[in-house]
């Protein structure tokens, strides 16, 4: 009886040292993730589905809520090429509940239109990544190189395609046209989703984007890649040449952050400060985003406050420059 007794009582305190161990590592796994004051965020961007701002934003959240304890959703508030995401952006409270992803794209917008609300209604919150920029044609396209589709423009018509009238890839079309002199049709639309569909239908000879929302086609063998328009060739691309490589002397850098309604507080830009350091550095994630070939490029808040509003000023004065924006 004493041995069956000494037993149930080994077994019983087992079973309370146990429960301990675990009620007490529940605290620690609870403490890996950052504490957030709210339950839900909400991350809006003005892409269609299928476009670069949506695609980076749903791989993101897959991770993002490992490390900051919230779940998060996408929205997307898409038309005149960010202006109406800004307008529903401003009327949002500056509590760290809803944020903007952030591109070229919403400063273009803010200096090309009158806007109820422009980017000097929203504070960057922080940066994430450099995105390399690529131009591509369909798979069966006459187009070997970047050359024949400028000989193409040279002899007559020819349309190029970019996500949004405000985009930097809109931009850095009309930079092309301006660098090599040919005459060809920048046609726009509300997404990279809609782009890809006219270039693989022959609507479009070529378009620009980034290497993320062309992998589902790169895979498949639907399109090809010209050239890459960085300082240098993709690992990702291996074979493709840079635009200078081309012969034409252009490269850009497209950032992707997030910003908030104006007057975050800083519980919540240190919150995100601390978090994307160690998102970044999730190794799943990290397959991932390099898969897609975005570059970790981490600005906490208080730098990107600075980049955005030099960036801004930068981009006014080349907006003049190609014509985009007329002389006041």
């Not at 328009?229 to 850009?252: Q, W, Y």
């Not at 978090?275 to 990290?286: C, E, F, R, T």
Request: aromatic fraction near 8%; charged fraction near 20%.
């Amino acid at each position: 009886m004493l041995v069956k007794h000494t037993n149930a009582l080994a077994r019983s305190l087992f079973a309370a040292t146990l429960g301990l161990a675990c009620a007490a590592a529940l605290p620690a796994l609870a403490q890996d993730k950052i504490a957030y004051p709210h339950k839900v965020v909400t991350l809006v961007t003005h892409s269609s589905p299928g476009g670069g701002s949506d695609v980076f934003l749903r791989d993101m959240t897959k991770y993002l809520k490992q490390v900051i304890d919230a779940d998060f959703v996408v929205e997307n508030v898409s038309g005149g090429s960010g202006a109406k995401a800004m307008a529903h952006m401003a009327k949002q409270k500056p509590d760290g509940s809803v944020f903007y992803a952030t591109t070229p794209t919403y400063i273009y917008t803010s200096h090309m239109a009158e806007l109820s609300a422009n980017y000097t209604a929203l504070e960057p919150l922080a940066n994430f990544f450099y995105d390399p920029e690529v131009i591509y044609t369909r798979a069966d396209a006459p187009f070997k190189t970047l050359k024949d589709v400028l000989d193409k423009a040279k002899a007559g018509r020819s349309a190029w395609g970019a996500a949004n009238p405000g985009s930097l890839e809109r931009i850095t079309l009309e930079q092309m046209k301006k660098i090599t002199g040919v005459n060809a049709a920048v046609v726009t639309s509300e997404g990279g989703g809609e782009t890809m569909i006219n270039v693989l239908n022959g609507t479009l000879d070529i378009a620009i984007g980034e290497v993320q929302e062309l992998r589902s086609q790169l895979e498949g063998k639907q399109v090809r890649v010209l050239a890459v328009l960085s300082e240098a060739p993709l690992a990702l691309l291996p074979g493709v040449p840079t635009a200078k490589d081309s012969g034409i002397d252009l490269a850009v850098r497209k950032f992707r952050g997030l910003a908030g309604p104006k007057g975050l507080p800083p519980e919540i830009t240190k919150a995100w400060d601390q978090a994307i350091p160690k998102l970044l550095a999730d190794p799943k994630y990290k397959a991932d985003y390099e898969a897609a070939n975005l570059v970790p490029a981490f600005i906490a808040h208080d730098d990107y406050v600075k980049f955005v509003d030099h960036f801004a000023m930068e981009q006014k004065t080349l907006l003049t420059e190609v014509g985009v924006v007329k002389k006041k």
